[in-house]
């Protein structure tokens, strides 16, 4: 059965931590799997979709295509007739039987389920408007790095709870054990729905999930603090009003004052110095949003990997310790 990755929770805990362990081994050792390159496989082409803007995603799918032995194919916004002029389901149709793996970053959730309804290669979500599943490997990367586990942390996410990065928080958060808290103004909190999901795979996990509008109340002894911009791609002309409204959620050294000592930053990118974060935490020695920027491409270059496995379409990675 073709595996595909659209939501945070298609892995489960084990599988997640899988996909982690062969992101250690990748960035210790960049070029030891390289599944596209197989004469095996036939095709070493993959197709990464843009309908959105970006520069990790893009440089990190494209170099780690590469370094896997394969030829990434980048499809710019307007540059193919994906759902305009042709149906998703037509144009998978048509990929999947020239390429190996489907990399896409859109808008709708729905036309990425419809992708992997009709794919025999597995589909991936480099963003949607509900979810950032890929950017969440990397976070969970980057704090088991600095942490050395994930179980049992307690990871504060300040700012607008009902975007794709509050999402996949909660839902990649839980699915590791961790307990996921978010902090948002009213009107700015998760969908219900997600929440419902973050709490049913807690009680898998040992992780918890909690909503609030209190800052504060997120942070206290944190062991991990996160968070966005304020403004995300078509909300330009929200900018004013956002700014204002999340004013009390920034990330500065009174809200990491509320954190544990020793506890890291994150922060996706791109980041806006004196809004969502100010300049001296996300500068400062408990920043590691850098290494979090890294290992987008470790992390999917695992993600990459265990796919094609699970899939059939390779061999099982061996991973080293």
Request: hydrophobic share 45%; aromatic share 6%; charged share 20%.
């Amino acid at each position: 059965m073709t595996r595909h990755f659209l939501v945070d929770t298609d892995l489960t805990q084990a599988e997640q931590a899988e996909v982690l362990d062969l992101a250690d081994a990748l960035k210790k050792d960049r070029y030891t799997h390289q599944p596209y390159a197989g004469e095996s496989t036939g095709r070493k082409t993959v197709a990464v979709i843009f309908d959105k803007t970006s520069t990790r995603t893009r440089v990190s799918f494209a170099a780690g295509i590469s370094d896997l032995g394969g030829v990434p194919l980048i499809i710019g916004a307007g540059e193919s007739q994906l759902g305009h002029k042709e149906s998703v389901a037509d144009t998978t149709k048509v990929l999947e039987r020239m390429v190996s793996t489907i990399v896409w970053r859109t808008y709708a959730q729905s036309g990425l389920e419809e992708m992997a309804a009709n794919s025999s290669v597995p589909v991936i979500n480099a963003l949607s408007d509900d979810y950032h599943p890929c950017q969440l490997l990397a976070d969970l990367m980057t704090i088991r790095e600095h942490k050395g586990r994930l179980a049992g942390l307690t990871l504060a996410y300040l700012g607008d709870c009902a975007n794709n990065m509050a999402n996949s928080y909660l839902l990649a958060g839980v699915t590791a054990g961790m307990h996921v808290r978010v902090a948002g103004p009213l009107g700015y909190l998760p969908d219900p729905r997600i929440v419902d999901a973050a709490a049913a795979r807690a009680d898998e996990t040992g992780g918890s999930v909690t909503i609030t509008t209190d800052a504060v109340e997120a942070l206290a002894g944190a062991d991990v603090v996160a968070t966005d911009t304020w403004v995300s791609m078509g909300q330009e002309a929200e900018k004013a009003a956002r700014q204002e409204l999340f004013r009390s959620y920034a990330v500065d050294a009174d809200a990491m004052a509320a954190a544990a000592e020793d506890a890291v930053v994150l922060h996706c990118l791109p980041a806006y110095r004196g809004y969502e974060i100010s300049a001296d935490v996300l500068d400062g020695p408990q920043s590691v949003v850098w290494d979090e920027a890294e290992n987008r491409l470790h992390a999917q270059k695992a993600l990459m990997v265990w796919l094609m496995a699970q899939s059939g379409i390779t061999e099982a990675p061996e991973v080293r310790s």
